[in-house]
Structures are given as structure tokens and as C-alpha cells.
């Protein structure tokens, strides 16, 4: 299968996943992957994340993640994914490092 296919059914998975019923399930389940993936880069040691929580530094990241994902799909893809991927990560950059 190749790359493009790929990603066109991960697109319609994900799109139909954020339209069902069944959204709100997906939505926690694809939250609390989310923050699995960034908790071994968290660091609330840091002098910017000094005193925070780790559980509200997360929560707060990844909810914006995934709400990044939704409005993505939900609008129709208004951009290419090249361009999501380099804008979020380029957020997340800023705050994890």
C-alpha cells in the first residue's frame, strides 16, 4: 500500500471516527494516547515549567492536540497536513524544550 493510500485511509478513518456516535469514546481514547506519547517529555523541573503539574501540563497539550485534529477533519482539511504537522509540532516545540 502506498504512502498516499495510507494516509487517505487514515484520513476517512479518523473523519468518520470524529463524526459518529461513537466520537466522544474516540475522542478520550485518542486523548489518552496523546498524553501518553508526551509524558516522557515533560519537564515541570524546567525553569519556564517550574511548579507546574504534569497532569495539568498534559491535559492542557494534548486536549489542544487533539482539538487541533478535530477542527482539521471537521472543516474538511482547510490545510495541507504538511502544514498541521510543521504549525502544532512548531507549538509544542516551543513549550517542551
Do not use: C, H
Not at 498534559?58 to 487533539?66: C, D, T
Not at 472543516?75 to 502544532?88: D, H, I, K
Amino acid at each position: 500500500m502506498s504512502g498516499s493510500n495510507t494516509l487517505r485511509i487514515i484520513i476517512l478513518f479518523f473523519s468518520t471516527m470524529l463524526a459518529s456516535k461513537g466520537a466522544p469514546s474516540f475522542r478520550s481514547r485518542f486523548l489518552e494516547l496523546v498524553i501518553e506519547e508526551y509524558r516522557p517529555e515533560v519537564d515541570t523541573s524546567e525553569e519556564k515549567n517550574q511548579g507546574l503539574s504534569e497532569d495539568v501540563f498534559l491535559q492542557f497539550f494534548a486536549s489542544a492536540m487533539v482539538g487541533a485534529v478535530e477542527w482539521w477533519f471537521k472543516n474538511g482539511m482547510p490545510l495541507p497536513a504538511r502544514v498541521m504537522a510543521e504549525q502544532t509540532g512548531a507549538l509544542l516545540d516551543r513549550n517542551f524544550e
